[in-house]
């Protein structure tokens, strides 16, 4: 976590795409922040430190997906998106619920190894130069270059050499300037392709880091192949296979595994459907609240198994959402529900919430279609009235309707927009304003009629 990006940073970051829901983002802010605070703390109390785990709960289209989807930008660290009825329990046939440890380890090494490739880029790209140029302009004989080394070696020769390293930075040069880019060269690149093999196996095993490519690579020699290209794609693949050579794997892992432990975030969504209601306590349960006793360990702090090495998930954040319609947050089972202390409940969206969604975040769905027309030489203009007209439908589909939150919105105005969509770029008119009388025109009638809407809107 950046400590420049205090609590208040995170909440307005936040703002600029989410409208509303105060309280939750106040709540994932301190979380985030806390996980800086913690890297701070000296002597052992610092491993005493839990992360207060979250979860927040309302009704769908509301924007708990959407505070996870920003979070993941804003975190400076792991972070990993999951859905909880994606997951089986121990036993029956599915994901298990280690595997978001792994693939949390896995979107870890991935981050490290980009940070690492970065940092070593100028002095790949130096390699990367020299090979090019070895390619141009072929290194003298070895036996030349040990003579001369030695210094027996005639005059002509060393004057040969000479000319060979004025051409070289003739070479050099113009390879900076650009004017070597369309050039052929033949180059030798590695064949990654395997055989397809297909494998049947017990739930999980796929889990256990048995990567069978990396298996066969590692007995067969790779194969290499040589290809013809211009020397601006060869300088680019050439440049990204001696990164890989620079990067140091051992160190990469060791980092990312301390990332994960100590700042890695994943984020439950749905986690509703793994609850149990009194209501709904037959068929498939069983397996829901068993997924609930799988996860438990992991919340409270176990050990993970990944190709990478053992993890452990102490100190992992862990922000849970879910809707919530057909149980409630008690339905889960008591210890699960302890090591989600913070609750939030955020807020159903009406008319109010629905014009600020239209018109105030970065990638409000008014300056979505505008951006889209404009591609088409045309203008879309939305007056206050149409935009006000466009919540207030929204709204009304929610109530007679099932409501899905702010989600609405893209059907409202998909449906709006779908003549002036299909006609451009045939149409020569410029400039497009929607008002309030076209929004009634073109939606009161699919509204009224009920049964329509159920199916449009």
Known sequence: MNKELTPKEIVAELDRYII??????????????????????????????????????????????????????????????????????????????????????????????????????????EHAEERILDLLLPK??????????????????????????????????????????????????ASNQFPVVEIFSPSGMEELGVNFQEMFSGMIPKKRKKRKMPIKDAFKIIAAEEVGKLIDMDEVIAIALDSVENSGIIFVDEIDKIAVSEAHSSGPDVSREGVQRDILPIVEGSSVMTKYGMVRTDHILFIAAGAFHMAKPSDMIPELQGRFPIRVELDSLGKKEFVRILTEPRSALVKQYTALLETEGAKLVFDTEAISEIAEIADRVNQISENIGARRLHTVMTTLLEDIMFDYPGKRAKTVKITKALVKKRLDTVVEDEDLSKYIL
Request: net charge neutral.
């Open 20 to 125: 509303g829901q105060d309280d939750a983002k106040k709540a994932v802010a301190i979380a985030l922040r806390n996980r800086w605070r913690r890297q701070q703390v000296e002597g052992d109390i610092k491993n005493e430190i839990l992360p207060n785990n979250i979860i927040m709960i309302g009704p769908t289209g509301i924007g708990k997906t959407e505070i996870a989807r920003r979070l993941s930008q804003l975190a400076n660290a792991p972070f990993i998106k999951v859905e909880a009825s994606k997951f089986t329990e121990v036993g029956y046939v599915g994901r298990d619920v280690e595997s978001m440890v792994r693939d949390l380890v896995e979107i870890a090494v991935t981050m490290v190894k980009r940070e690492q490739g970065e940092k070593l880029q100028e002095k790949a790209n």
């Open 140 to 189: 003298p004989p070895k036996k030349f270059s040990d003579q001369l080394a030695t210094g027996a070696i005639p005059m002509e020769a060393e004057e040969t050499r000479e000319k060979w390293e004025r051409n070289r930075e003739k070479l050099r040069e113009k390879f900076h300037k650009g004017e070597l880019d369309d050039r052929l060269v033949e180059i030798e690149t």
